[in-house]
C-alpha cells in the first residue's frame, strides 16, 4: 500500500459541477486501484455518492461544519450545502463503516464561537457518528478579512482590533494572540472531552490540545477502515 492523497486542501472536491463531471469520482478510483490510502476534506454532502468507492480502498473523511446556525452558515460559506445536510453525510458515511471527523474550522471571534452554539455542535457531531473533531480558529489574510468585515459589519471594527491591532503576524497570515485563540479553542476542546471525542487543532501550535488523535487532517482514522480489520 501507498502513501495517502488528500483531496483538497485549498479547495472543494465537490463543487456543484461534481454532480455530472464527475472529476472526483475518477479520481478517486484511479488512487485506490494504484495503492493510494484516500483522504477527503469536503462541505459537500455530494461526497456520499462515492461510498462505494470509498469502502473499497483504505480512506477516511473530514466534513467542514462551521455552526448549526443556517442562516449564519449561509454568509459564512455561500453555496455549501447547509449544515443539516453534511450531519446526514456524516451519519451515511458511518453507516457504511466509512472513518469520518469533524472539522469545526474557522472557528470566528463574536461569528460562531458562542460556547453554548458549539457545544450543541460538537454534541450534535458525536451523536452522528463522528469519530473525531479538529478545530483551528480564522487565520486572517488583508483581502478575506476585509470580505469578513464587510459581511459582518457589526462586528468590524472587533475583528480589526482582534487581528490588526492585537494579533500575530505567522507565515503571512493574522492569527489571534496566543490568550484569544486558547480561549476559542477551550470551548471545543472541553465539549469534545465530555462527549468522550478525540480532539485536534490545526495550525495553532498547541501539542497540548491534541487528544486522543492522532493527527488534525484525519489522516489517522484510516486505520479504523473496515479493510484494515480484515487485514
Not at 7 to 30: A, Q
Not at 45 to 53: F, G, L, S, V
Request: include cysteine.
Amino acid at each position: 500500500m501507498k502513501g495517502i492523497v488528500e483531496l483538497s486542501t485549498s479547495s472543494d472536491p465537490y463543487p456543484p459541477i461534481e454532480l455530472w463531471m464527475g472529476l472526483t469520482r475518477r479520481s478517486l478510483e484511479i488512487l485506490g486501484k494504484n495503492g493510494f490510502k484516500l483522504l477527503i476534506t469536503t462541505k459537500s454532502n455530494i461526497i456520499t455518492r462515492d461510498i462505494d468507492i470509498l469502502a473499497r480502498y483504505p480512506s477516511s473523511v473530514m466534513i467542514t461544519i462551521t455552526t448549526l446556525n443556517t442562516e449564519l452558515a449561509r454568509i459564512l460559506e455561500p453555496g455549501a450545502p447547509p449544515p443539516e445536510k453534511r450531519i446526514e453525510a456524516v451519519e451515511k458515511l458511518r453507516s457504511k463503516g466509512i472513518p469520518v471527523g469533524v472539522r469545526i474550522d474557522p472557528v470566528i471571534p463574536f461569528i460562531n464561537d458562542n460556547p453554548t452554539e458549539i457545544s450543541k455542535l460538537v454534541k450534535t457531531v458525536k451523536e452522528a457518528g463522528a469519530l473525531q473533531v479538529t478545530v483551528s480558529t480564522y487565520k486572517a489574510k488583508w483581502d478575506s478579512l476585509r470580505r469578513l468585515m464587510n459581511a459582518f459589519p457589526q462586528v468590524s471594527e472587533k475583528l480589526r482590533e482582534l487581528y490588526v491591532e492585537n494579533g500575530e503576524f505567522i507565515h503571512g497570515y493574522m492569527y489571534l494572540s496566543n490568550e484569544v485563540r486558547k480561549s476559542i479553542l477551550s470551548r471545543v476542546i472541553n465539549e469534545a472531552v465530555r462527549s468522550n471525542l478525540p480532539v485536534a487543532t490545526c495550525r495553532e501550535g498547541f501539542p497540548e490540545f491534541f487528544i486522543k488523535a492522532s493527527s488534525c487532517d484525519g489522516s489517522g482514522l484510516i486505520v479504523y477502515h473496515p479493510l484494515n480489520k480484515l487485514g
